[in-house]
């Protein structure tokens, strides 16, 4: 039996197998609001061991996509008691995604009296889609006050509480790919001069203060973070690798302190094999890898060591069935990319499994 569908089980974790369902922003959140249609689509990919849902926004400022949902409203729990009830009845196990935007976002994709804010008044480059308008330069933000950062770090706790009532099993913070948390962490885009900028101790002090406070709302056994060391996204430069390494192996060493279920790392070619490695000696909890992996090398990533859950992404687009093509040695589906941020079942829930 491949090793990627033997159980796997931590002090935290119990999975049904090694496959993690990677969390990947679909916009078939209505209104902002989870629905039926993406209960279905979850529950059609509950193969993996563990679903990491979609990012989610944890206040009305962080919705800077079109159609992302949130987890701020008792509509909004509501909503997502159909995902975690049908993934739940297939035995896996699903943790929410906090998802803040940050700077990466439009006022034409917020609720009315919500603004685009950030961890310092600098645009990024670039254009966003919106429904309304089309696509549309990212503004400058408004950027936080200190007061405002304290806001925010309570926002992430609220909705943290919020996902647990929701039935979902934990939450992860999405520090990774430009958002909020990662803006937080580099040095190019936080030019603050409080507590929150400086130094890497200040710069992350950010992320490690709501890990620290969702862990002790819920329970640090329900909390992983997701991190993409080097990673250009967001609009993001890529600066000094020293400080680059330092940064993520500071993170790395506070949650362990912490004691979070997993740290999931999202890998861009740019992250050095020395910063991997360092984070897995810093981390002693669950590892996940992601990005760019086949079941093959996926297959010999989990013998090799390392990673101890290896998560896939647009594999669990077209290929709700995962585990049973890994398991059948069959070949994968590939996902229609016009269809991956649209509004309706198309590209969503239509594609065949294996059975089919």
């Known amino acids: 039996m491949k090793k990627l569908l033997l159980p796997y089980k931590s002090q935290a974790l119990d999975l049904k197998n090694h496959l993690v369902m990677a969390p990947m922003t679909r916009c078939r959140a209505i209104h902002n609001l989870p629905n039926a249609l993406m209960a279905s689509y979850y529950s059609q990919r509950s193969g993996a061991g563990l679903i990491i849902a979609e990012g989610t926004s944890p206040a009305p400022e962080g919705l800077g996509y079109a159609r992302i949902p949130g987890i701020f409203s008792k509509e909004q729990v509501e909503g997502w008691k159909l995902t975690t009830a049908a993934v739940h009845q297939h035995h896996a196990k699903i943790f929410l995604q906090l998802m803040h935007t940050g700077r990466i976002g439009h006022p034409a994709n917020l609720p009315a009296g919500a603004q685009v804010i950030g961890v310092s008044a600098i645009a990024a480059a670039g254009q966003m889609y919106t429904d309304t308008a089309g696509m549309q330069d990212y503004p400058v933000p408004v950027a936080l006050t200190t007061q405002g950062v304290e806001d925010v770090i309570e926002s992430h706790v609220s909705a943290a509480k919020n996902a647990i009532a929701a039935g979902f099993d934990g939450v992860e913070l999405h520090a990774a790919h430009g958002y909020l948390v990662e803006q937080f962490l580099h040095p190019e885009v936080n030019n603050r001069t409080d ?95 992601c990005n760019g992996f086949t079941p093959e090398t996926a297959e010999a990533a989990l013998h090799k060591g390392g990673p101890d859950l290896i998560a896939f992404a647009h594999s669990f687009i077209a290929n709700p069935d995962l585990d049973q093509h890994i ?29 089919q």
Not at 231 to 242: C, E, F, Q, R
Not at 247 to 257: A, D, G, K, P, Q
Not at 343 to 348: L, S, T
Request: aromatic fraction near 10%; glycine fraction near 8%; avoid cysteine.
């Open 327 to 355: 398991l059948k040695n069959a070949p994968l589906n590939e996902g229609d990319p016009s269809t991956f941020y649209s509004a309706d079942a198309k590209g969503y829930t239509d594609y065949p499994a294996l059975s």
């Open 195 to 289: 507590k929150y900028g400086g130094s890497v101790e200040n710069r992350t002090r950010f992320a490690i203060t709501i890990a620290q406070r969702i862990a002790d709302a819920i329970g640090k056994e329900k909390l992983g973070v997701r991190i993409s060391p080097n990673a250009t996204v967001g609009d993001l430069k890529a600066y000094d690798a020293a400080t680059t390494q330092e940064t993520y192996i500071h993170l790395s060493r506070e949650f362990n302190r912490i004691g979070l279920a997993y740290v999931h790392v999202s890998l861009f070619p740019e992250a050095p094999a020395a910063t991997l490695a360092a984070i897995r000696a810093a981390f002693k909890g669950t590892l996940i890898y």
